[in-house]
C-alpha cells in the first residue's frame, strides 16, 4: 500500500508543501499565498537521491596513507576511501587537534562562505563556526562576495552600514509607486534575483510592485548591457551601458546637471560634505579632462544626448537611483556606489519620498517590501579568541601568500599560514573567481575538510568529506528578517545513505575534543529548535507581538507574522533633511561626503578621496580587449541558487546539452561564423570553458553573458578545459581596491570560438572514484 504524506518546508527561494510518497519526495507545492512563486523549487524533488550524494565519510586515499601535508596536485585527483563515521570523526578530531597545537588555531581557515541551507538551526556557517569558537577560534573572513565594495565604501559616504542602509533607508515601494517620476536603474532590477532570499522569501512581491509602479506611472530607465536585466512589462528606456563604465556615465550627467545650473546647491552646501573638491575634478580643472557627455559617451557607449536629455530629466522630477549590486562586484566597484550617491545629492533629492538613491532593488527578494524587519531566529556562534581574518574573496591571495601584507580599508594587515581549511554549507570551487589559480592554491593547505551532502567541486577537492543531511531529511524552522512567515521545515525523508545532521557531526567531533557540553548546551536538534523559537518569540513579544507556543507553531506549519504594511515606511534620510544638525549622518562631517577624508588619507592608488573614474584591469576600451574582444559578465542563475540544485530539474532543463548558455549578440556570433546553439569555447589567458551559444539582440554587442551555477567541471586528463559552462574558469580574482578588496567577478574579457568536434562527456555529478584501503 503506497503512505502519502505532505510536509511544510521554506529555502531561500520560497516555501513549499512537499508530498512524500513511499519515502520519495513525489510533489512541491508551492505556498499558496505567494503570487510569483519561484522554479527553483521543483528541483528539489531531486535533492534528495541525486546520483551526486555523498553515501558515507571519504578520506583521500594518499592523505590516510601519508597523513596531512600540501597536496601537489593530488587533493581533487586522487580516489576517496570510505570509512566509518567512528574512523572519520577520529581523524578530524586528531587533525585540528594536531594544528591546533602545532600551530595555533589562527592556522585554520574557518571562513566557510556560502548560503548553505535557509533552516536557521541547521545552517551550515553557523554550526562550523560555532563549533570552531568552542575549540579556541579560527581565521575567519568578513563582509561578502555579494557586498564587499558596498559594505565598506556605504559608511564612509553615508555613514551607514550597507545593510541597514538597503533593509531600513532604501526608498519602500509604496513611496515609488506614490511620488517617483523617474527611476533610473543602474544594472537594472529583475524579478529574477528577487526569487531568492537570505532565509527565505514566502511572498514573492519585487515583480507584482514594479508592474504596480509603472502602473501608476512610474518611468522607468534602465543601464545595463542586458535588456532583460528589467522586466519587460515596466517598458523602461534600454541604455546599453558598456560593462563596467557606469561611473563615466554618471559624470557626463553630473557634468549636465553642474554645467546647466541644475545641481541643488543648497542641499551641496548643508548636507553635504566636499563637493568643492569634486567639482574641480568633474568640470576637469584638475586633471584637464572636463567630464562632459562627450567625454563619457566613448568609454560608456551611451551617445551625448542621450546622456544631456536623461540629466535634465533627471533634474526635472521626482528621480530615484538606484543601483544593482552587480556594479560594485568589479574593479573598482566601490566607486559607482559613491557616485550614485554624489548625483543624488547633487540633485538634492536624498530625503525626500520616492527620491534619492537606493541600493539592491531586485539583487534578492524582500528589498523596498514594506515590512518591519525582525532579526534574532539565529544559532549563537559564539565568540571567536583569533583575531585574524581576511576579505572573503581573497582566499586564494591569502593561500598563496602566507606572511605576506595586504592593505583594507585603512588597516595593513597580512595573511596568516593556513594548514586546515573547514568548509560547511559553501562551495568556493563553484563561487571564487579564476578557479583555476584557486586549484594552485587549495593544494597548499595540510588538510582539508568539507562537510556536504553532495560531491560538488568543493567536496571532490577535500582530504575528508563528511555527508551531510539535506534540509528535507531534518527538522528545522524557516525564518528570514524581512520576511512575515515562521515556518516550520519538516523532515520529509529519512537521511540518505549514512548522511548526518551538522549538528550531530560537530557534536561527535566536539565530544572527542572535550568541548561537546560547550558546543551542545545539553540540547539535542530539537530542544535547540523550541529554545531558538522560544527566545524569539520572547523577542518580538517585547514588540507586541504574538506567536503560539511551539507545538501550535509545528502543528500548523507556516505562521504569518502581521508586519507588513505602510505603517511600515518612512522616508529614508526624512529627519536628516528636514534638520541635518539634530539629525546627522554617521560621518565624520555627519554630512553625505562627496570627498572623504578618511579614504583620502588611506592614500590609495585606486579609492581616490573622491568618486572618480579608473579604468578597470579589463573592459572593452582597453589595450588587452584587442586580444579579448568580448566582456563577460556572468549574473546569477534564473534556474537555481548559485550551484545549489543544479542537478535539478529546473537547472537541468534550461541546460542545452546539458550545459549552461551563453548569451551573445548575432553580430559577435556572425563575425565568428556561430549559428543559434552551437557548442562555443570561451577562453582568455587564465582558463576556458564550454557553453551553448544563444542569440540575442537584448545584449549589447561585445558582451556576453554566463550565468554562474553549473558546477565546475574541468576535463580530468590532458587540458585544464572545463566543460559545464562555469564563468569562473575565465573570471579574474582581484580586489575592488584596497579599500573594499571585494570581488571583481564582473570584471573578465574573453574570446570565444566555436567548439569544432564531438563534445567532452560533462562528468560534474558524477561521484569521484572510490577504493577500498
Ligand atoms: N535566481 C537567483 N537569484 C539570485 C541568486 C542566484 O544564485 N539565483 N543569487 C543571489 C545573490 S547571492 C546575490 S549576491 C544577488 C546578486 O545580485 P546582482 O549582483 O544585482 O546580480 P547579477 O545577476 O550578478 O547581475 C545583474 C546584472 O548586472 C548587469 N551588470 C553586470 N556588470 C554590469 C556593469 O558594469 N554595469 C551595469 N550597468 N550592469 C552590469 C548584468 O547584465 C547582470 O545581468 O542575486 C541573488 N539572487
Ligand atoms: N563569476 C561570478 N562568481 C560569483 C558571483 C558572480 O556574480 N559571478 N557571485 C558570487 C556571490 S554574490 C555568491 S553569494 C557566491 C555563492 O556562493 P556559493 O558558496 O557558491 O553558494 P551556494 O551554492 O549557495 O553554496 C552552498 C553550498 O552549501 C551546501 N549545502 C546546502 N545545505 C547544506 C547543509 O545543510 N549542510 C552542509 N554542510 N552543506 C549544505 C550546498 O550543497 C552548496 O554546495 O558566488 C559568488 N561567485
Ligand atoms: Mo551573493
Redesign the pocket.
Known sequence: MTTRQTFTTSSHWGAYTLTVEDGRIVGVDPFAGDPEPSAIGQSIADAVDSEARVTQPMVRKGWLENGPGPAGGARGREPFVPVSWETATDLVAGEIARVREAHGNQAIYGGS?????AGRF?H?QSQVHRFLNCIGGYTYSVK???TAAAQVIVPHVLGLNFLDMMWHHTPRWPLIAEHTDLFVMFGGIGSKNAQVSMGGVTRHSTGPWLKECRRRGVDFVNVSPLASDTLAEVDAQWLPVVPNTDVALMLGLAHVLETEGLTDREFLATRATGYEKFRPYLLGETDGTPKTPEWAAPICGIDAETIRALARRMAQGCTLISVS??LQ?AHHGEQPYWMAATLAAMLGQIGLPGGGVGYGYGAIGGIGTPIKRLDGMTLPQGQNPVGTFIPVARIADMLLNPGEPFDYDGKRLTYPDIRLVYW?????F????DLNRLEQAWQRPETVIV????W?P?AKRADIVLP????YERNDIGRAGSDAFVIAMKQAVQPFGQARD?YTIFADISEKLGVRAAFTEGRDAQDWLEHLYDRFRQGIAAEGLTLPPFESFWEQGIVELPVEGDEHVDVPFGDFRKDPAAHPLKTPSGKVEIFSQTIAGFGYDDCPGHPAWMEPAEWLGAPLAKTWPLHLV???PATK????LDFGRTSANAKVQGREVVTMHPDDAAARGIANGDAVRIFNARGACLSIARLSDAIRPGVVALP?GAWFDPAREGSSLERHGN??AL?LDTGTSKLGQG?S??TALVELERFEGPLPPVEAFAPPPVVSR
Do not use: I, K, V
Open positions: 562562505y556560502g548560503w548553505a541551507s541547521h551550515g561578502s562576495y555579494s549590486w552587480s562586484r560547511c554549507g559553501g562551495n568556493p563553484h563561487h571564487h573567481q562537510n556536504e551532502p553532495w560538488t568543493t551531510a543531511t539535506t534540509p551538522d556572468s549574473p546569477q541558487l548559485h550551484s545549489q554562474t564563468p569562473n573570471s570581488s567577478a564582473h
